[in-house]
């Protein structure tokens, strides 16, 4: 099938790289010509395992392609996917729609035969209907049909779930438009999927719902973890518990500094937004908002504790910055709040990041190290903040000439047990 991925971004490269690797010929644009010029000589703008072997490999095959010309993309193209960004609107915390609606004017110029449109852009419900509204003439009813086919990818994952998805939603009452996109993804849906037919609203509050509801999963065991440290109980062994129960699962589930991401923040801001519209009151999405927004701050009185509230010219070490392993997205990343903030009372503050992130914080105060140890030496306070394997077998001791070691483990990956015998004092999440 001939594919147009309009918006060469996270979910677009992924979606279009794989769509070319299930043997699609497929068209990625975006208006950004620096990108587009480096995506054609193999340098990939995001960090994503396994990403810039399948673009190599399905742009020698020629199936894969990149361009800045929107019309003649389109032109060439049968299926539309739109993938363009949706952020937060800071005012009022809506998701901006402009990127959407102003692709929608080029592709309504650019309907030479019938075209199924479709948004994979995580978009608010009644999104759809007004795209096919900003559509329709007298003149093309019968060229187009507007279909909602939210993703659901994981960053670190996202070629993973997207070849083995645990379900396909597809959002339309067409059936010729369903009967194409089942065909579309059949190669997938055999392997496990489950493809799942429904109403195109349905489909916009299913990614909705979706985000905010393992939102609330994180922000649950957080709380929780912040309760278990007061009673001296380990939060994984109550994660544990109650993950194994069918009917909660154990996903999700692990205690931390706080969700974020491209995401969820984004996503639970805009669900209660459209709550607003239709004046129902999600309470427990925003209580998860509020919670998470406020866990830095729990985060940093532990931190004051654990250097008995002498932060001044004290030297901290952050192992990791992004708001997760197997990406380099800063997006809502608690260090994005907890560094500034140590900087501010007088702390000097060394990171090491494995993806090389270099420039998101004043060099005068904040300095960025490619090897562990060099950030490590003469550290009062080491802590680990992303969860990347490289950090789970550290030899602690030779990473510091300081007498006695103190670690924060924002992640929970050492046994406290194991490690307190090693002159280490050890602090945890919710243990």
Same mark, same amino acid.
């Given at each position: ?19 070319? $690797? ?5 068209? !990625? ?45 389109? %032109? ?24 959407? &609606?102003?692709? @929608? ?16 852009? +995580? ?37 993973? $779930?997207?070849? /083995?998805? $645990? ?27 489950? &493809? ?31 309760? !278990? ?5 380990? @939060? ?18 692990? =205690?931390?500094?706080? &969700? ?37 701050? /729990? ?25 997760? =392993?197997? +990406? ?41 190290? #490619? ?21 789970? %077998? ?19 990956? &050492? ?5 307190? #015998? ?10």
């Amino acid at each position: 099938m001939k594919i147009c991925i309009i918006g060469s971004g996270y979910v677009g490269l992924v979606s279009g790289s794989c769509f070319s $690797d299930l043997g699609n010929n497929v068209i !990625c644009v975006d208006n950004n010509l620096d990108k587009i010029n480096n995506l054609k000589k193999g340098i990939i703008p995001i960090y994503e395992p396994g990403l810039k072997e399948l673009i190599s490999r399905n742009v020698k095959q020629n199936r894969l392609h990149f361009s800045n010309n929107l019309s003649k993309s389109l %032109q060439k193209s049968d299926i539309i996917f739109i993938c363009v960004g949706t952020p937060t609107n800071k005012k009022t915390y809506e998701a901006n729609l402009k990127y959407v &609606y102003q692709v @929608v004017k080029v592709i309504k110029k650019n309907l030479n035969k019938y075209k199924i449109i479709i948004t994979k852009s +995580t978009v608010p419900v009644t999104t759809g209907d007004k795209i096919e509204k900003l559509i329709k003439t007298k003149n093309n009813t019968k060229l187009f049909d507007v279909v909602s086919n939210p993703e659901f990818l994981r960053e670190g994952e996202a070629i993973r $779930d997207f070849m /083995y998805p $645990d379900r396909v939603i597809v959002g339309t009452d067409n059936k010729k438009a369903n009967n194409i996109l089942k065909n579309l993804y059949s190669p997938i849906i055999k392997k496990k999927g489950v &493809y799942f037919n429904t109403s195109r609203r349905a489909a916009e509050v299913i990614k909705y719902a979706a985000n905010a509801f393992l939102a609330t999963k994180i922000t649950f065991i957080n709380e929780i973890s912040n309760l !278990c440290e007061k009673l001296n109980v380990d @939060v994984t062994d109550v994660s544990l518990g109650i993950g194994s129960d069918e009917r909660i699962g154990g996903r999700f589930l692990r =205690a931390g500094p706080g &969700y974020g991401g491209s995401c969820f923040p984004k996503d639970t801001r805009a669900l209660v937004s459209t709550s607003k519209k239709f004046k129902t009151d999600l309470s427990i999405v925003r209580s998860t908002i509020l919670s998470n927004d406020t866990r830095y701050k /729990y985060l940093i009185n532990k931190i004051k504790i654990i250097l008995n509230n002498k932060l001044k010219n004290k030297k901290i070490t952050f192992l990791g910055v992004t708001f997760k =392993a197997g +990406t380099d997205d800063m997006r809502d990343s608690a260090s994005l709040k907890l560094i500034p903030y140590l900087v501010k009372k007088g702390a000097n503050i060394s990171y090491y990041e494995p993806t090389g992130i270099k420039k998101l914080f004043d060099k005068k105060k904040v300095n960025y190290f #490619n090897k562990i140890k060099d950030a490590c030496k003469d550290s009062d306070l080491i802590i680990i903040h992303t969860e990347w394997n490289e950090f789970k %077998q550290l030899n602690f001791t030779r990473l510091t000439n300081k007498r006695k070691l103190k670690i924060y483990d924002l992640r929970n990956l &050492y046994s406290p047990s194991k490690i307190k #015998n090693k002159n280490i004092e050890y602090h945890s999440i919710g243990r």
